[in-house]
């Protein structure tokens, strides 16, 4: 019945069912074959590229805003004094979830002859987690409450792993500043005891970031009551820049207070992540064009082929027009065909790259990514709706654009010339 209704009704796109179909075997069908695989390689490449360009940048995201503040109040070149004041006028503004005191200052760990440098947080245990994850992040010691002058540590898994550290172990922490004594300047020492380790998942913090209590940190580095700045936390992330801005302007008369948000302290970063997407993006689709203009072949030769099926339609009552959307059709087909196949195998892949690249790397005994190298260990994707519409409709679009050529030379096939000398 329906082979019927599309004879009846559709007697053009009846047709170029029947030439597209790879049954015959001819050089043409195995050009054919060979379009609707480029497509469908080509396809299915932008998808995974794409969603893996996607889950790294939400990864990446996701990571460094479980460490560093979605919004922070410094002060240029000094500490802030009055910061208490400043927290509750900030607190009742749209948007912000909760605050933190912290302070920021560097240090060296040292352990007999092994020193590394690292960034020491000073923090509030009691505060500190409603601005960040990182108590969902320790792997060792299960603790996140530091206690007031017992002068304890949690430290990253891979300075753990450097200095072969555990819970309990004692480490010295070197201040920037320095004592002065009758003897000369002497570094400010003090022994910490390790009270978890954490692992974030990125190098530049597992490696570089230790937190202690607030209040060990301002002794330490003799800083009094002041700190560094405050941690803001928000509600929704979409909205940073407008909550920044509105943070700004509840202390316009202030000196050197700056606000700061995750979108400007990594804006290159993710500036560039979305340069590399475009980027491919561009060279994939290059991949896609490709194939799809072999269609352009595929029709030409189709249309030398059919030379005396196009004259017996036309001399039948065939209008041009019919013969050109024939040749339109067979082109649609075969784009539609190797479109479907690209989006079903690239969305297939991009579901389930997380178990797909652990099993290349075991098979082959290589690494990836490499977490003291790439911001990441783990091979992210993050597919979208939308990735897979414009891919879908960009690869329809370039296979259409292949047909016209054909279709218009098809279409002016004169059937006395062609039947000439069948």
């Not at 992540?273 to 561009?282: C, L, N, R, T």
């Not at 490709?290 to 249309?303: E, Q, Y």
């Not at 209008?319 to 024939?326: D, G, V």
Request: charge should be positive; glycine fraction near 6%; charged fraction near 20%.
């Amino acid at each position: 019945m329906i082979i019927n209704f599309l004879k009846n009704n559709f007697y053009e796109f009846w047709i170029a069912l029947r030439y597209t179909r790879l049954k015959s075997r001819n050089f043409i069908s195995f050009i054919s074959l060979t379009s609707i695989i480029g497509i469908t390689l080509g396809v299915t490449a932008l998808i995974v590229v794409l969603s893996v360009m996607n889950g790294f940048k939400a990864e990446l995201q996701s990571k460094i805003l479980s460490v560093a503040s979605d919004i922070e109040v410094v002060k240029i070149g000094t500490n802030l004094k009055d910061w208490r004041q400043l927290k509750l006028n900030l607190k009742d503004l749209e948007n912000i979830a909760a605050i933190a005191p912290f302070t920021n200052n560097q240090a060296m760990l040292s352990l007999g002859k092994y020193n590394r440098g690292v960034i020491v947080r000073g923090i509030d245990p009691s505060l500190e987690p409603k601005v960040s994850d990182l108590n969902l992040k320790i792997k060792e010691g299960g603790e996140f409450n530091l206690i007031r002058n017992n002068y304890e540590i949690l430290i990253g898994s891979d300075i753990a792993r450097y200095f072969g550290l555990s819970v309990g172990d004692k480490i010295s922490l070197i201040s920037s500043q320095a004592n002065y004594s009758p003897v000369g300047m002497l570094p400010r020492l003090k022994q910490f005891k390790i009270k978890g380790i954490f692992e974030v998942g990125m190098y530049e913090y597992d490696a570089g970031l230790v937190l202690i209590h607030l209040n060990d940190a301002q002794t330490l580095f003799q800083m009094n009551s002041l700190i560094s700045g405050l941690r803001v936390k928000l509600h929704d992330l979409n909205q940073t820049r407008k909550t920044a801005s509105l943070i700004s302007g509840t202390f316009e008369n202030s000196d050197n207070l700056v606000v700061t948000d995750w979108t400007r302290q990594h804006a290159n970063l993710f500036a560039a992540i979305q340069m590399e997407k475009k980027v491919m993006f561009i060279i994939l689709t290059l991949i896609v064009a490709v194939a799809a203009f072999n269609i352009v072949s595929t029709l030409v030769m189709g249309v030398t082929e059919k030379r005396s099926d196009i004259a017996i339609l036309r001399t039948l009552g065939a209008t041009k027009k019919s013969i050109l959307f024939i040749f339109i059709w067979q082109g649609i087909l075969i784009g539609i065909v190797g479109t479907f196949l690209g989006i079903l195998l690239g969305t297939s892949i991009s579901l389930n790259i997380d178990v797909i690249v652990p099993f290349i790397e075991g098979l082959f005994g290589v690494q990836f990514l490499s977490k003291d190298i790439y911001y990441i260990s783990a091979l992210p994707s993050k597919l979208l709706l939308s990735d897979v519409i414009f891919i879908g409709s960009m690869s329809l679009f370039l296979s259409i654009i292949a047909t016209i050529y054909p279709s218009i030379r098809a279409s002016r096939i004169d059937p006395a010339t062609a039947l000439k000398y069948e």
